[in-house]
């Protein structure tokens, strides 16, 4: 896996992602993917491990955070790789029922490269961390906000190319999962309240 070609494929998703999602469709560089994703994966989770020391409000709690550090990170991966595999099925699936004619390796190789934007916050929290709490955070929410739609974008676009689908159906197959998964959450929270409210005999 040579560095030139990791470059030229990083390249193409930032600088050309339709055209690169297009090559994917074709080809499906699944290793490349995987690499990449897990690079990202252990670069965010080294950043939480150095700045949450920091950020912690009292010298014990530092303490404590920065000892943790290495079972955080693992666990980050751990979560990271299973969301990779679970995730991009599940897209896969939800594609194929909006009428997609695409491959899994595919929707897993897009998905592993749609994560290639959330790079930028790693020396961006890197910087920020030195920064009183409400610059910090009012800096970092929009960022953030602005990565995260990228990385959706990109998720669309992927999906598009890998399932030959427009970009409206795409756009479903992408947020439909999310949408899903928070309408269940409210439905059983709604479901929680009302049972604990006529427990205790609220009208």
Known sequence: MSLPVLADLVAGVYLHPVRTFREVAVSAPVGRALFLYLLVSAAGALMAVLTTPRLAPHPQLAAVSGGFGFAVAVMFLAWALAKLFVYSG??????????????ARGVFTVYGLASLPTLVLV???????????YLRVGLTVPVALGIFIWTVV??????????????????LVVLVPPAALALGVLAAAASLLAGVGAHLGIP
């Open 154 to 171: 990109l998720l669309i676009l992927g999906v598009r190319e890998v399932h030959g689908l427009t970009t409206a159906r795409a756009a």
């Open 90 to 103: 599940l897209l896969h699936l939800v594609a194929e029922f909006f009428g997609g004619r695409g491959s």
């Open 123 to 133: 020396p961006w929290h890197l910087l920020v961390t030195w920064l009183p709490g």
